[in-house]
């Protein structure tokens, strides 16, 4: 890690305090004033029911990371900071296998053909066999990278929290080129994955940018401004691009803190753009991208021209993961672990779980049996990682290491 690159992240840790999670909007004060919202009960149309449970080890643990798992046919591909691998079952969550490898797992798995990839905190990417879990290829980055890989026939994309985008090839792990943006003094915690859009690979950077990058030279293409910094102080004028951005039919839509929702062709050329500050992209369906702000609300726009379409409130401050749609929903998870499910036409709430483990029960002398319960404490049961779509239901996982299959019924 380079030494301007450690001034960087303790400032950010610092006063930013891991903004993706403990900040949430520009104004730090009113957030810690405000408080997250509480939650009131309604009508519950949607049923949420949990299909199986099963512990994956610490999960990110204290790490503000998010772990998604990957899916590849009937099986589900999951890691936990640790250094733990393994292959589930997607019907019953049964382990087929798993791995323990000596560096800790700083991001989600990839799955790509035979292959699953993996980075590790002490900055190397690794390529892995998807039959057995063995290491295949190991290959030394610019510094540590929290995004999951994106890959096509030839090539693996990384982006690393340095400001780097690098391309390796697939077969033996051989650096092809990398690509270097500038970093402001002061970023949020947190990088979003690249995205392939025709020859292009496309990523975002903490200096508010949108680059795109020629996937066989590694020379920019273009580059949008989404994010403008503002005031006199570094933390006023902090922007970052931390969530993937989404390729819907040669369009690419992307989120910036501080900045703006865009819709940018392959051309690069801008087709709309509005307002917004949000730490994650978006997610689509019914012709609408959903967007969790940075204040907790989830807002709806209109794929076709960005018009406001619904936002709902009522999770403000909630510390919410990214969106994801299913069926006709759009459902998201929280701090505490609850899993919300609103309408995608209006955004209704229509559903709600909480995915916490049941208190544990202890046989105390002379107690009343209302005592022999005990709470789980000092595990975060939040959900960071975004939630997944899959034939069987929707597949959550906690920060504490908890993986789930999750069925929605009305």
Known sequence: ?????????????????????????GTLAEDVESGPAELVSF??????DVVWRRSLGKGSGA????????????????????GQLWALELSSGDKIWSQKFDQRITSGVVVAENDLYIATEDGLLHSIAKSNGELQWSQPLSSESIAPVVVDNTQVYI?????????????????????EAALPVLTVHGTGSP???????????????LVAVDRELGIPRWNKRLAIPQGRSELERLVDLDGTPLVENGVVYATAYHGKLSAIGFDGKTQWETELSSYFGPALGL???????DDDHVQAYDQVNGASVWSQSALQGRFLNQPVEYENYVVVADFEGYVHVLAQV?????????????????????????????????????????????????????????????????
Not at 159 to 179: E, P
Not at 287 to 293: A, E, I, P, S
Not at 347 to 364: A, D
Not at 372 to 378: E, H, M, S, V, Y
């Open 1 to 25: 890690m380079k030494p301007q690159l450690i001034i960087a992240t303790l400032a950010s840790v610092f006063l930013l305090a891991c903004s993706s999670q403990e900040t949430k909007s």
């Open 43 to 48: 009508d519950e149309s949607v049923d949420i």
């Open 63 to 82: 790490k503000n990371i998010r772990l998604r798992p990957a899916l590849s046919g009937d099986n589900v591909y999951a890691a936990d900071y640790n």
């Open 159 to 179: 982006r690393t929290i340095d400001g780097h985008l690098t391309a390796f090839d697939r077969r033996n792990g051989k650096q092809n080129w990398t690509y």
């Open 195 to 209: 995205v392939l859009l025709q020859n292009l690979v496309v990523t975002g950077f903490a200096n508010g940018k």
């Open 287 to 293: 012709g609408n991208l959903y967007v969790t702000r």
């Open 346 to 410: 209006d955004g209704e709430m229509l559903g709600r779980l909480s995915v916490r483990p049941k208190p544990l029960h202890m046989t105390l002398p002379n107690q009343p049996e209302m005592y022999n319960w005990r709470p789980l404490r000092g595990k975060d049961f939040g959900i960071r990682s975004v939630m997944q779509s899959t034939p069987n239901g929707l597949l959550a996982y906690t920060n504490a290491g908890e993986l789930l299959l999750l069925q929605l019924a009305n």
